[in-house]
């Protein structure tokens, strides 16, 4: 596994809930925020992606909340791409509050459809492989 992707973040008040805290689904948005950020960051664009007619998809998504993040906390989040060698990656990823402490473990599936054929593709990480320029972020 490739030491992991970060992005940083800065909790911002209207994605709060009504006790202050960040709502459940923005740590979703953080978390694919960072993903399609390590896929720029890797050379690939949704341009890039669609002339080769695929688009990654997500299969399952597991939340661990640990602590709270509040407005105004900035938070790294990071991703990190496990890949099985069959249809599916799994994708671990952190958000940590800028002091260290760990709010929240995500842990998704995800593969790489066809766009013409509406299924997953054998081994993605050779697609991703294929359309990076950077793929090392990948863990490739």
């Known amino acids: 596994m490739s030491e992991p992707f970060s992005v940083r973040v800065t909790v911002r ?13 923005v740590y979703l948005n953080y978390a694919e925020h960072a993903r399609w950020s390590l896929l720029q960051a890797a050379g690939i664009t949704q341009s890039g992606l669609l002339s080769r007619g695929v688009g990654p998809v997500a299969l399952e998504t597991t939340i661990r909340y640990k602590r709270e993040l509040l407005a105004g ?43 013409k054929q509406r299924k997953l593709l054998p081994r993605p990480q050779d697609v991703f492989r294929d359309l990076a320029k950077d793929p090392a972020l990948f863990g490739l």
């Open 13 to 25: 008040g209207y994605e709060t809930d009504v006790q202050g805290h960040l709502n459940q689904a």
């Open 73 to 115: 906390d900035e938070a790294d989040v990071n991703c990190a791409f496990l890949w099985s060698g069959g249809k599916v990656f799994t994708i671990e990823q952190t958000i940590t509050r800028a002091d260290g402490t760990v709010a929240a473990e995500l842990t998704g599936v995800g593969g790489l459809m066809d766009l």
